[in-house]
């Protein structure tokens, strides 16, 4: 049966690009037949179909996101999700306010709801907080892998890689006890039940924190907690030392996707850093709403509001100056490390490290050694293994270097560790308790006030999923699989056990699959791409967070240029874009310059994938324009016709006409359907012929400041108009529809 494809609208840069990018799209698409239609999961646009009874009814919108949660069950679904904003608190408060400027009538965040109302209202907030997209949609595993096109572009034009030497003082710092990883208990449901977390304070008095946890037999929940007293020692100590050796003090969290206990563990390292000023002026600073929690910035901001605003203000330029040099996320603005928790994201931020010689960028504007704090250790081992394999044996060669493909397991909500209902931060000294429907109590851990505590959930489907995907991927590219499970952490022991039972159920003979720790693995992984070897990592789900984004930074120059396919267990198919990190700074640029060099690169092979998705359920036509597509998407990288970064050159509207064209050229030259053939074959001459004319028609508006009309819900017609500038290259598109 014949289905739609359905492109997502989202945030910032790629949202940008998809007013250039979808009426391409739409063009090609109506010719051959395939249906393509859109659904807004913007955070704006999340926000808005939250508040219906706010808003007048012209201005209220549908909930598109829990539409397309329920379409990815259904074997019709074929979406194409581009990167959305995973909102920190600081976003959500500025979406919010520019929304009420555009004229809807939104509440404020309560940040202490003290009523019925109110705490409706946050907890209606809280829904669009952190990663709220994904775990809806991700109805599969991950399938993610550099394409051959893309991996023979990045051997043949090779990116930038700093030196590194074997004197570099950059590394790692991580707790060694009573963090996330080491407090870690894990179960395994025997059958369906239901649970509840709850919280026995010292003097017996019980809250329940979580009822009504719905689980399936087979199921592994765990729970863990970070002790924040533990933690504390743990950042002085490391401010202490980053002074001593003279190296920048970097903090690497994911306050986005860990929406609760990130931005909690980012406070305490603000705090921690200007012990001094919050000793003096803690309390002025939490009366006026100031929490460190949403970062030095917004604390910064509202201190004009204070009467004593200019005094707390020198306190913390005193703090700054006794302190160890910051990193910087812009050190001519003098935004740090420390300024908004959602600037410094883990996958992203310590990958562009390693690429760029184990340095961030220092308050004087150059380069520095950097002491890379990671508070949890469940992780931080990897990004150590990479620096030290850099410093013994020098940076990553692009041309030769091998691949690490990754297949992650992120069905139904897996691993969703720190982004949803199960965290807390503890209000008093006692017990957390998980109890089954009996009473049982199944892992219970000792807290003290303002300890971190908090559960995941993997159902067993999905991992029984992510077995086979692991072993479909290695067969069919004849490459080493590796398993990055600890059987030292109560969790990965569980999986463990999954992964010997479910292994016995493919046939692995000549395969090369193991299980290694994640530090073995990474140290494997490095090893063997140094040689020009792929090794498929298979991974849990917030380190397929991490490894998307490492190896391919580092192979590549970008996460972006991966192909991302998650086939769906129910038979449909999501094909993800690439990542988003780098967006924010896009924008940026093209509101001051009306230049974005945000690359589609992501966007033109999920379509390809998703076209050729198409023609499996129906639609004949769908699979040659997908095949064409990577064909011209080859092309594109071959003559060097992507975004460039500076003003003058090809942006990302550029580089959609030269898509295009080659598209055209591509559907008109082929002989497997003669009549899509004629079809195209008088656009891509009038492509061709208009070159000229298209490419000075986009270069024209560069250089000069952009309205588009707002940040996260941008005016349609005035962010069409600075997207689609060349009139020339708009009616060639439109005469395809005609």
């Not at 850093?273 to 000793?279: G, H, Q, S, W």
């Not at 990542?579 to 974005?596: I, N, W």
């Not at 490419?695 to 996260?712: H, N, R």
């Amino acid at each position: 049966m014949a289905t739609k494809i359905i492109y997502t609208l989202t945030d910032e840069a790629p949202m940008l690009a998809t007013y250039s990018f979808l009426p391409v799209i739409e063009s090609f698409a109506s010719s051959a037949g395939v249906a393509v239609e859109t659904r807004d999961i913007s955070l704006a646009g999340r926000i808005l179909a939250l508040f219906p009874d706010h808003l007048t009814d012209e201005q209220r919108v549908g909930d598109a996101l829990t539409e397309l949660g329920e379409l990815a069950t259904t074997p019709e679904a074929n979406i194409i999700k581009l990167p959305n904003i995973s909102a920190s608190m600081p976003q959500l408060k500025a979406a919010i306010k520019e929304l009420q400027a555009q004229g809807y009538a939104l509440p404020d965040y309560p940040d202490e709801p003290s009523t019925d109302e109110e705490r409706d209202i946050r907890a209606r907030y809280d829904k669009v907080k952190g990663s709220a997209v994904n775990p809806v949609l991700r109805e599969g595993n991950s399938d993610r892998r550099a394409p051959v096109a893309v991996k023979n572009y990045a051997r043949s034009h090779p990116h930038s890689m700093g030196e590194w030497s074997a004197d570099s003082r950059t590394r790692v710092a991580t707790m060694a006890a009573d963090d996330f990883r080491s407090n870690e208990k894990s179960v395994v449901l025997p059958a369906a039940d239901t649970l509840t977390i709850r919280h026995v304070a010292e003097d017996g008095t019980t809250t329940v924190l979580k009822e009504g946890l719905d689980v399936l037999e087979g199921e592994v929940v765990d729970g863990t907690v970070m002790h924040v007293a533990a933690l504390d020692d743990f950042l002085r100590e490391q401010i202490a030392r980053a002074k001593a050796d003279d190296v920048l003090f970097s903090v690497h969290l994911k306050a986005t996707m860990m929406k609760v206990s990130d931005p909690v563990i980012f406070g305490h390292v603000v705090t921690a850093f200007f012990p001094d000023v919050f000793a003096r002026y803690g309390a002025d600073l939490a009366a006026a709403g100031l929490s460190p929690t949403n970062g030095l910035g917004a604390i910064l901001d509202g201190l004009d509001a204070l009467p004593n605003g200019a005094e707390i203000k020198a306190a913390f330029e005193q703090g700054l100056a006794d302190g160890p040099r910051l990193a910087m996320v812009n050190s001519d603005k003098g935004i740090t490390n420390l300024h908004v928790p959602s600037d410094v994201i883990i996958d992203a931020s310590m990958p562009a490290m390693i690429r760029t010689s184990g340095h961030m960028w220092g308050p004087d504007g150059e380069e520095h050694d950097t002491l890379a704090v990671i508070p949890d250790s469940s992780y931080a081992g990897v990004y150590q293994a990479v620096i030290e394999d850099c410093q013994a044996h020098g940076a990553f060669d692009p041309t030769t270097m091998g691949s690490v493909p990754n297949v992650g397991l992120m069905a139904q909500k897996a691993e969703e560790y720190g982004s949803h209902d199960k965290t807390f931060e503890i209000p008093s000294a006692g017990r957390v308790e998980v109890v089954d429907s009996a009473g049982e109590v199944l892992m219970s851990h000792d807290v003290e006030a303002g300890d971190i505590w908090r559960a995941c959930q993997t159902k067993d489907a999905p991992i029984r999923d992510w077995v086979g995907l692991a072993v479909t991927r290695a067969r069919a590219s004849q490459t080493p699989a590796v398993f990055w499970l600890d059987d030292t952490r109560a969790h990965d022991r569980a999986l463990v056990e999954k992964v010997n039972a479910y292994l016995p159920e493919h046939d692995t003979d000549g395969l090369d699959i193991r299980i290694l720790s994640p530090v073995d693995a990474a140290k494997l992984s490095v090893e063997r791409i140094r040689r020009g070897e792929d090794t498929i990592s298979v991974t849990g789900n917030v380190l397929r967070d991490y490894n998307t984004d490492l190896f391919p930074i580092l192979e590549l120059g970008t996460s972006a240029k991966m192909l991302s396919v998650v086939p769906l267990m129910n038979g449909g198919g999501l094909f993800e874009t690439g990542a988003g990190g780098s967006a924010p700074k896009h924008v940026q640029q093209l509101l001051e310059q009306d230049y974005l060099r945000w690359d589609s690169l992501g966007e033109f092979l999920a379509l390809a994938e998703s076209l050729r998705h198409e023609a499996e359920r129906g639609t004949a036509r769908a699979g040659l324009l997908g095949n064409a597509l990577d064909r011209a998407t080859e092309t594109l990288l071959n003559e060097n016709k992507s975004p460039a970064r500076r003003v003058g050159s090809i942006d990302n509207r550029g580089s959609h006409f030269w898509l295009a064209r080659y598209w055209a050229e591509e559907l008109a030259a082929q002989t497997e359907d003669p009549a899509l053939a004629e079809i195209f074959a008088p656009v891509a001459e009038q492509l061709v012929a208009q070159s000229e004319t298209i490419d000075a028609e986009l270069i024209a508006v560069q250089g000069s400041p952009a309205d588009i009309g707002g940040y996260y819900r941008p005016d349609p017609q005035k962010a069409a108009a600075v997207m689609r500038p060349s009139a020339t290259f708009n009616a060639i598109l439109d005469s395809l529809k005609a």
